[in-house]
């Protein structure tokens, strides 16, 4: 068994900052920290990594793509993943690294 914080951080990982996500249209705070954090990590992700339909984004186009939709996001951890992203500390995430 998993515990409840992991459990809910993935039920709840495509719940949108503004309330427009799912499954249960969560806002805010309401959202557990762990989705929140998810839910900017599996967007990079997504947008990152080849898919069959299309190439990965260079890493300049993934920011700019999620800058634009940025209300889906808690701003302090985007504003932290983009820190992360852009500074390295160890924790650079590139496409060789997802794959």
């Known amino acids: 068994g998993y515990s409840d914080f992991v459990l809910e951080s993935i039920l709840y990982h ?17 959202i557990p920290i762990g989705a929140r954090i998810l839910r900017v990590c599996d967007v990079y992700a997504a947008l990152i990594t080849d898919r069959p339909y299309r190439k990965g984004f260079d890493l300049s186009t993934v920011m700019e793509l999620m800058i634009d939709e940025v209300k889906n996001f808690d701003m302090q951890v985007f504003l932290a993943f983009q820190r992360v992203v852009h500074n390295g500390d160890g924790l ?5 690294q997802l794959s």
């Open 14 to 30: 495509h719940e949108n900052y503004d309330g427009s996500g799912y499954p249960s249209n969560k806002a805010g705070d309401e």
């Open 92 to 96: 650079n995430f590139h496409k060789t």
